[in-house]
């Protein structure tokens, strides 16, 4: 019997060369090792050819490649795939991608469930489960990648040759959960991400989404500067604290102080601001003054962008989506201050994979069985991969 065998998914690349150290290999198998997983999607130690036998024997012993199984996968008809992963204990969660033009965008859960519990959103609805460990973030990236490489190839030889090989453009971290609650195991991921040897994106194309937690903006910015994305949904401590309950923790006055902090480290110098919009909750032309004076206030206004988000309504919340014109009133009255204001296009919103909905069972709360029975596209069946 061999102890527990790692997961090379959990480990980070600095993590990932201290491990080989441990296994008495020099610093640059790691590198190799990184770019089997990650670059290649090979998960079998004995494909890994570049490696000395004894090696690949020792790895098949103590370690493993193993991201979340997928219970279930869903086609939008504009093209959104949404992955339902099981991460044991009952707990499952969901990872969509967003084809366009010129980007594939892959939206990662960091946490099963949410405790900071907003108004809006059906994750926090759900409940808090438990922190992802790196292995299952990163996880979620390394299933989507070659999942989606397999589909075209098996789908269409040509448009394969025709494409290049990565399908997955950017990242974010707006799944389910808050990412900066669950501040080293997205980091693990993050640095997975951004390295050479792994999935070499630019810090301008993985972006963390946040309700505010105001200590851990300081800390990514130190650590791991990515885009960042504040869900600020209302321009007043008043009407925020009741959308955002973490706003009661750290009001606005420390979040845009934090948010100015931060866009001195991010990518283009400036922060994201997510606005959803509420029919006679938060969209009135009154609340974009407000929002005005919050971003523009002071000797020093937050380099900013703001991206209005239709709501995307959900069982059980009396909310409902803003009218069209009153998006377009509002985003007017932004950009004639000159704050740079663009309106998001929902998404897969016919397999609830749009912004908020992400609802992936928690633990007791919903079951699974059945939702699973709601899923009308099985994985296997989707593309022949399994
Ligand atoms: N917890 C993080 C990231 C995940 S939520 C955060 O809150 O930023 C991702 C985004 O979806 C956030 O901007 C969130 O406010 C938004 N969202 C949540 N519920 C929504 C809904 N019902 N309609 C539209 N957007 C929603
Ligand atoms: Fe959690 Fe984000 Fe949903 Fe709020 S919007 S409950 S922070 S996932």
Redesign the pocket.
């Not at 974010?172 to 900066?180: A, K, N, Y």
């Not at 963390?208 to 505010?212: D, F, L, P, R």
């Given at each position: 019997m061999t102890a527990v065998r790692t997961n090379l998914l959990d480990l980070n690349p600095v993590q990932l060369v201290e491990y080989c150290m441990g296994l008495d290999e020099k610093p640059f198998r790691a590198r190799q090792l990184q770019r089997w997983i990650h670059q290649l999607g090979i998960s079998d130690f004995s494909q890994m050819t570049n490696l000395a036998k004894s090696l690949r024997a020792k790895l098949a012993d103590c370690a493993l490649v193993a991201a979340p199984p997928v219970v279930a996968a869903q086609r939008s008809k504009d093209g959104t795939r949404k992955w339902l992963l099981d991460v044991g204990g009952g707990d499952v969660i969901e990872t969509v991608f967003i084809p366009e033009e010129s980007r594939g965008t892959l939206?990662v859960?960091?946490?099963a469930g949410?405790m900071?519990n907003?108004l809006?959103?059906?994750?926090?609805k759900q409940g808090f489960s438990r922190n992802l460990t790196t292995a299952e973030i990163i996880g979620q990236l390394w299933m989507a990648e070659f999942a989606l490489r397999q589909d075209i190839q098996s789908t269409d030889a040509a448009a394969a040759e025709d494409r290049p090989q990565r399908q997955i453009s950017n990242v974010?971290?707006?799944?389910?959960?808050?990412?900066?609650l669950n501040f080293d195991a997205c980091v693990g991921a993050l640095r997975l991400m951004l390295d050479d040897y792994g999935y070499g994106l630019s810090r301008r194309r993985v972006t963390?989404?946040?309700?505010?937690v105001v200590p851990m903006i300081d800390r990514l910015a130190e650590e791991c500067p990515v885009a960042l994305?504040?869900?600020l949904?209302a321009p007043t401590d008043e009407l925020r604290s009741q959308l955002?309950p973490l706003n009661r923790r750290y009001p606005l006055e420390q979040l845009m102080a934090a948010c100015r902090r931060y866009s001195r480290h991010a990518p283009r110098e400036m922060v994201m601001f997510?606005y959803?919009m509420m029919d006679g909750v938060n969209d009135s032309d009154a609340h974009a003054g407000q929002l005005v004076d919050l971003l523009r206030k002071g000797a020093f206004p937050v380099p900013c962008k703001v991206n209005l988000?239709?709501?995307?309504?959900?069982a059980g919340?009396a909310?409902r989506?803003s009218k069209a014109e009153q998006v377009r009133s509002f985003q007017k009255i932004l950009q004639d201050a000159g704050i740079l204001t663009t309106v998001?296009k929902?998404r897969g919103d016919d397999i609830d994979a749009?912004?908020?909905?992400?609802s992936g069972d928690v633990q007791g709360r919903t079951d699974l069985k059945r939702r699973l029975s709601e899923i009308t596209v099985c994985y296997q069946d989707d593309s022949g991969l399994n």
């Open positions: 939206c859960s960091t946490q949410c900071i907003c809006i959103c059906a994750t926090g974010v971290l707006m799944g389910m959960g808050e990412p900066l963390v989404s946040t309700s505010g994305a504040v869900s949904h955002v997510e959803c988000i239709p709501f995307n309504p959900f919340s909310l989506r998001r929902t749009a912004c908020g909905l992400l």
